[in-house]
């Protein structure tokens, strides 16, 4: 086995953040003023990272690829994430769910990916 780090991925919407309700239907936020980490999400991360974990994030975002949410305000959430609750990285999947998408989860393609950064 190699030496590289140990790390635990995290979803975004539902388990860092909470998840506005649009009907019935739970939904991202999509801008910085709608993202609320919910409660106790800072202490589990820091003792992930205490105890040697590498922290990270991986997030459908497909509403930006449908025009519902813009780019740079899902970026600006990412950047609040990993200043407020110190999360390693995040790695997101624009695209819309579909066969000519790798990284969209539940395929591995941003776990992948995040493997060969860390």
Request: with cysteine.
């Amino acid at each position: 086995m190699g030496g590289g780090r140990r790390a635990v991925f995290l979803d975004r919407d539902g388990v860092i953040n909470r998840s506005l309700m649009v009907g019935d239907r739970p939904t991202a936020p999509g801008t910085l003023a709608e993202f609320e980490i919910l409660p106790g999400v800072p202490e589990a991360v820091r003792r992930l990272k205490a105890a040697g974990l590498v922290v990270i994030v991986v997030t459908n975002q497909p509403d930006v690829a449908r025009g519902k949410h813009r780019r740079a305000d899902v970026d600006a959430i990412h950047n609040s994430l990993k200043e407020k609750v110190k999360v390693d990285a995040v790695y997101a999947c624009f695209c819309l769910e579909g066969p000519d998408c790798d990284c969209y989860k539940p395929k591995p393609g941003m776990l992948v990916e995040a493997a060969r950064d860390w």
